[in-house]
């Protein structure tokens, strides 16, 4: 059963297009987490969050940007979509040292 | 800064073959080691976690893993495998044990499990 839910599961979208890629997570772990992961399957950290109004850039540069307005939500915002934009965002949260729990993954083209 | 070494980037096995995955890390402080599995067109699913105690820490679908602090290594087990375990096998250490508990993945296995 899924407790992080990730919308949409694909998305094929223009170049120049804003998009929101949104992340829900019914555990109540304050901590949350975007990955970007290329085609050769790497996972690179975008952005990740301790809690609500707190927000961090990851390892991997990234032109997105994200929200934490609420414990649940975590979702993740493109203002000018570009093909180079295209790949697999997973969304994940966590609970101190438990391990995390990711969503199933929004794959994004951008064309 | 903490990292993951997976050196095998494809692994091919028989079916009811053993398997070993290797994963290799390197820190300074006490870590936290996870085992993830992904299958095509899926998010990442924990298999197994090192935090402390029992150095053969045993997961999900018959994997198990030892923590080998002196060789700073990691290393996934399974005595015979199925085709449904043909996935993508991520190892990862936490950044500081806990803190801010960002997780450091490694490239990725690929086991490729053959009839």
């Known amino acids: 059963e899924a407790d992080i839910y990730q919308t949409p599961r694909y998305l094929v979208i223009g170049t120049g297009k804003k998009i929101t890629l949104e992340c829900s997570q019914t555990m109540g772990h304050d901590k949350m987490y975007w990955y970007q992961q290329d085609p050769g399957m790497e996972l690179h950290l975008i952005h990740y969050s301790y809690g609500v109004n707190s927000t961090e850039k990851g390892d991997l540069s990234s032109e997105s940007t994200v929200s934490r307005i609420r414990t649940e939500h975590f979702p993740l915002t493109l203002e000018s979509a570009r093909p180079s934009h295209t790949s697999q965002y997973l969304c994940a949260s966590s609970d101190r040292a438990y391990g995390y729990t990711f969503g199933s993954g929004t794959r994004l083209t951008v064309v | 800064a903490q990292s993951v070494t997976q050196l095998d980037s494809q692994v091919p096995v028989f079916e009811e073959a053993p398997v070993e995955l290797r994963c290799n890390y390197s820190s300074s402080v006490s870590v936290y080691l996870f085992w993830y599995v992904q299958y095509p067109n899926q998010g990442l699913q924990l298999l197994l976690k090192?935090?402390?105690?029992?150095?053969l820490v045993k997961g999900i679908n018959g994997f198990e893993a030892e923590f080998n602090k002196s060789q700073t290594s990691f290393h996934l087990r399974k005595p015979s495998v199925h085709i449904s375990d043909t996935a993508e096998y991520f190892c990862?250490?936490?950044?500081?044990?806990?803190?801010?508990?960002?997780?450091?993945f490694g490239t990725g296995t690929l086991l490729a499990v053959q009839p």
């Open positions: 990862a250490v936490s950044d500081d044990g806990g803190a801010t508990n960002k997780l450091i």
């Open positions: 090192y935090l402390s105690g029992s150095t």
